[in-house]
C-alpha cells in the first residue's frame, strides 16, 4: 500500500508537466528580422561606380540575426583549396526597429572594421530582405551605399 500511494503521488506529479511562467505578448513576437539570413547578393555603389556582388557563386554567405546580437559567415564553396579561397566572419550587437537595423559590429576577421556602427534601412518582403545603408569608416577611407538582398533560411 505504502509503494502504491508514492507510485500514485509520482504519476501525478509528472502527468502536471512542466510549469513555465506566463509570458507578455510583447517578449513572444519577435521583429520579422530575426532569423537566418543567405546572401544572395550585395550592390555597393560609391559616387557614380556601382559593383553588384552575386554571393551565390563560388561562395556563400549566411547572417543570423536575433533580437540582441548578429553574426555573418562567409566562406569559399572551394574549402580553400584554389585562388578563391576565402572566409570572412563578425558580428556584434544589434538596434532593431520597425523598419531600421542598427549593427555595432563588435567582432569581424577585418579588424580595423570592428567599433564600426552602421545604421541600415530594411524592407521584408516574403522571405526576402533587403537592407539597404551607407558603410563609412573614416580610418580606412571608406564610404560607400551597401545594399545587400538576402533570402530567409528554413
Not at 25 to 31: R, V
Not at 58 to 78: V, W, Y
Not at 85 to 104: N, P, Q
Not at 111 to 121: A, K, Y
Request: glycine share 12%; net charge neutral; with cysteine.
Amino acid at each position: 500500500m505504502k509503494y502504491g500511494y508514492v507510485f500514485g503521488m509520482l504519476l501525478m506529479v509528472v502527468s502536471c508537466g512542466p510549469v513555465t511562467p506566463k509570458q507578455d505578448a510583447k517578449s513572444q513576437t519577435a521583429p520579422p528580422i530575426v532569423g537566418t539570413w543567405k546572401l544572395l547578393t550585395g550592390t555597393t555603389i560609391k559616387g557614380t561606380d556601382t559593383v553588384v556582388t552575386d554571393y551565390t557563386i563560388g561562395q556563400e554567405m549566411i547572417k543570423i540575426i536575433s533580437p540582441t546580437h548578429f553574426a555573418f559567415l562567409r566562406h569559399d564553396l572551394n574549402k580553400g583549396k584554389d585562388s578563391t579561397a576565402s572566409y570572412a566572419a563578425g558580428g556584434g550587437r544589434v538596434k532593431i526597429g520597425d523598419s531600421t537595423y542598427a549593427e555595432l559590429l563588435d567582432y569581424f576577421s577585418v579588424r580595423e572594421w570592428e567599433g564600426g556602427e552602421f545604421e541600415l534601412f530594411y524592407k521584408i518582403s516574403g522571405d526576402t530582405l533587403i537592407t539597404t545603408g551607407v558603410e563609412k569608416i573614416e580610418a580606412l577611407g571608406i564610404e560607400h551605399l551597401n545594399i545587400e538582398k538576402l533570402v530567409r533560411v528554413k
